[in-house]
């Protein structure tokens, strides 16, 4: 069984970085997808950030386009999130995500077979 551990929630001022990191235990998503989603108090399983494994493609949301970059690293199992000039409306219990399939997309939740436990991310303004 898989096991997605997050670290790098907190508080952060607006305007300020902070990174996230998602390391994946006891198996690997090589043929598909692992992807960050946040759940605020109006939205649940709202989509931020994916990458393809095998070809690191990325894909943001629109509002996160140009502040946020999703990276992985092979070595270390591990996807990162990287959060650059955040803003209040970013707060929210971010969610690491993996899925073992390409095909069924990037951007549903529910096409997602495994989940971090997540973690808060606080941006005061």
């Known amino acids: 069984q898989v096991q997605l551990v997050e670290s790098g929630g907190g508080l952060v001022q607006a305007g300020d970085p902070r990174p996230l990191s998602c390391t994946a235990l006891?198996?690997?998503?090589?043929?598909?997808?692992l992807g960050w989603f946040r759940r605020t108090q109006g939205k649940d399983g709202e989509f931020v950030a994916a990458i393809r494994w095998t070809t690191s493609s990325p894909h943001y949301e629109d509002s996160v386009k140009g502040r946020f970059i999703i990276s992985r690293d092979d070595s270390k199992n591990t996807v990162y999130l990287q959060m650059n000039s955040l803003k209040f409306e970013d707060t929210a219990v971010y969610y690491c995500?993996?899925?073992?399939?390409?095909?069924?997309?990037?951007?549903?939740?529910?096409?997602?077979?495994?989940w971090g436990q997540g973690t808060q991310v606080t941006v005061s303004s």
């Open positions: 995500a993996g899925n073992s399939w390409y095909g069924g997309g990037f951007s549903h939740d529910f096409k997602y077979d495994y």
């Open positions: 006891g198996g690997t998503f090589d043929n598909g997808y």
